[in-house]
C-alpha cells in the first residue's frame, strides 16, 4: 500500500509542475485591484510558485474589485506569455464598453460600481490563448503568465490607464488628456 501510495505521488508530481503568476507593475491609488486570483480550486498570490497541472490556464480565474468612487463601465485586462519567443505574446481582454472612442462598439455593457466584483475566467479565452501560445511553443508549457487590469473607463467618461488618469480632448475625438500622473510602486 505504500508503494501505491508512493507511486501515486511521484505520478502527480510529474503532471504537477510550478507556476506563476506575475504582473507587471503596481499603481499607487488604483481604481481596480484583483481581490482573488485562483487556479482551480486553491487561491494563489501574485509572483508566488504554486503546482498545477499542463491544462491550468484554462483554470485561472481572478475577482477584479471596483476601488473607486465611481462606476466602471469597461475593464481591460492584458495577459502576456513572456516564454514566447522571438517576442512575448499579448491576448487583451475587454469586458464592457470603452468610452469616447468608436472603435470598439460590440461589447455587452458593463456597470460595476464601487465595491463590485467582477469575476473573470481564463476558461472563457482559453482557445484565443491556446491559439496565441502555439505559434512558438506548446501551450502544456507554459510555466508562468503576466497578469494585468491595465485601464478602466468610468461612466463620468474619464479613463485610468497604467496609472495615470485621463479626461477626453473636447478638441480632438477619440483623443485623451492627462489629468493626473500614475504613481508605479516597487515590486513586493
Avoid at 503568465?145 to 474619464?158: H, I, K, P, S
Wanted: charged share 25%; proline share 6%; glycine share 4%.
Amino acid at each position: 500500500a505504500l508503494c501505491a501510495a508512493l507511486l501515486l505521488a511521484s505520478a502527480a508530481s510529474v503532471n504537477a509542475q510550478s507556476k506563476a503568476i506575475k504582473r507587471n507593475a503596481i499603481y499607487r491609488d488604483a481604481p481596480v485591484e484583483v481581490a482573488e486570483l485562483r487556479v482551480k480550486d486553491q487561491t494563489v498570490a501574485f509572483d508566488e510558485a504554486f503546482e498545477a497541472g499542463p491544462e491550468w490556464l484554462k483554470d485561472v480565474s481572478l475577482k477584479i474589485r471596483n476601488s473607486s468612487e465611481t462606476n466602471i463601465v469597461c475593464i481591460w485586462v492584458k495577459v502576456v506569455f513572456h516564454e514566447t519567443t522571438p517576442h512575448p505574446s499579448q491576448h487583451l481582454i475587454i469586458v464592457g464598453q470603452p468610452t469616447n472612442t468608436a472603435s470598439i462598439r460590440d461589447r455587452r455593457p458593463l456597470e460595476l460600481k464601487p465595491g463590485e466584483v467582477l469575476r473573470l475566467s481564463l476558461a472563457d479565452e482559453y482557445k484565443e490563448l491556446k491559439t496565441l501560445v502555439e505559434h512558438s511553443m506548446a501551450v502544456e508549457s507554459v510555466s508562468r503568465l503576466n497578469l494585468e487590469v491595465d485601464r478602466a473607463y468610468f461612466d463620468d467618461g474619464t479613463m485610468w490607464d497604467m496609472g495615470g488618469t485621463y479626461r477626453p480632448d473636447p478638441e480632438r475625438p477619440g483623443k485623451w488628456i492627462l489629468v493626473r500622473q500614475g504613481v508605479v510602486l516597487p515590486p513586493r
